[in-house]
């Protein structure tokens, strides 16, 4: 079981008793806002999603819950490699923690040899997103019309990528 540590987080694999805080942010309007479905209206959603990270989890995704003060504000890894995804309620927004996890997840894929290349797709609305994967090195490779529809409204992608070189050259650390 691999539990990256950073400055101030602990990313470590899904547990059942991340159900509440899980919960509490794939519930949240404004976490959701960016994300690929709507709002979790019943925990029942909620714990088959975290079943399924649990499973990847043991089948070996590097897919992270990430922890601070003792408890799980979001997640950020490769559900899927090479796919990067994270999401954090909105009252960690602001302090750098989503840098911080998504730096330590990357780190670990390329230290590991797991993948060559991180990808990203992210709505071109999402500013957030996007400075933070420019500031961890990513570079835009395309984008798209219309590529996913969240209860009936259509949202683009923007397709962002960083390689292990790049990751290496110490771009990460630009701000």
């Keep these: 079981?691999?539990?990256?540590?950073?400055?101030?987080?602990?990313?470590?694999?899904?547990?059942?008793?991340?159900?509440?805080?899980?919960?509490?942010?794939?519930?949240?309007?404004?976490?959701?806002?960016?994300?690929?479905?709507?709002?979790?209206?019943?925990?029942?959603?909620?714990?088959?999603?975290?079943?399924?990270?649990?499973?990847?989890?043991?089948?070996?995704?590097?897919?992270?819950?990430?922890?601070?003060?003792?408890?799980?504000?979001?997640?950020?890894?490769?559900?899927?490699?090479?796919?990067?995804?994270?999401?954090?309620?909105?009252?960690?927004?602001?302090?750098?923690?989503?840098?911080?996890?998504v730096g330590a997840a990357i780190d670990h894929v390329f230290r590991e040899g797991l993948t060559d290349v991180a990808s990203a797709d992210v709505d071109p609305e999402n500013q957030a997103s996007i400075r933070l994967l420019e500031r961890l090195g990513f570079i835009v490779t395309g984008s798209a019309e219309r590529t996913l529809n969240i209860g009936g409204e259509w949202k683009d992608s923007l397709y962002f990528a960083l390689t292990r070189d790049r990751w290496q050259t110490g771009l990460r650390t630009a701000s």
């Design 1 to 101: 079981m691999t539990t990256l540590q950073t400055e101030r987080l602990v990313l470590r694999h899904a547990r059942p008793d991340d159900l509440d805080d899980i919960h509490a942010i794939l519930s949240d309007p404004a976490a959701m806002r960016w994300w690929s479905s709507l709002p979790h209206q019943a925990l029942a959603e909620t714990e088959a999603w975290l079943n399924a990270m649990i499973s990847g989890n043991g089948a070996g995704a590097p897919d992270f819950i990430i922890e601070w003060q003792g408890r799980a504000i979001g997640k950020a890894g490769f559900w899927k490699l090479p796919d990067v995804g994270y999401i954090l309620h909105p009252d960690a927004w602001g302090r750098g923690l989503a840098r911080e996890a």
